[in-house]
Nanobody, 124 residues
Framework: QVHLVESGGGSVQAGGSLRLSCAAS?????MGWFRQDPGKEREAVAS????????YYANSVKGRFTISIDNLRNMMHLQMNMLKPEDTAMYYC????????????????????WGQGTQVTVSS
């Protein structure tokens, strides 16, 4: 069993920044962030292989968000800059033992683990 705990969500104004963190109880093959707003489908935001350096970003966040990994502490971070109201969602950390290439094909399933989520709210 793997435990994932997110932190760092909150409320900011458009143009502001937030940094999300995900602490994992052990290292898996890949980790990433997904988000979901009520009434919308879950969206992959960013992901990486824990042994680096390949990353994936959704087009909607490229150039604004940066995903990183600290393997010494089994922690993943998502630096979110230039936030927009459309970034408002519950953000979930996910990790998997079986990860496809390229990462944009990753669809978390039976081998995946999820955190409890952290809310990000961006006001205009």
């Amino acid at each position: 069993q793997v435990h994932l705990v997110e932190s760092g969500g909150g409320s900011v104004q458009a143009g502001g920044s937030l940094r999300l963190s995900c602490a994992a109880s052990r290292r898996l093959t890949c980790m990433g962030w997904f988000r979901q707003d009520p009434g919308k489908e879950r969206e992959a935001v960013a992901s990486l292989y824990t042994d680096g350096p390949v990353t994936y970003y959704a087009n909607s966040v490229k150039g604004r968000f940066t995903i990183s990994i600290d393997n010494l502490r089994n922690m993943m971070h998502l630096q979110m800059n230039m936030l927009k109201p459309e970034d408002t969602a519950m953000y979930y950390c996910a990790a998997d033992v079986s990860c496809p290439y390229p990462l944009e094909k990753w669809r978390p399933g039976s081998t995946s683990y999820w955190g409890q989520g952290t809310q990000v709210t961006v006001s205009s």
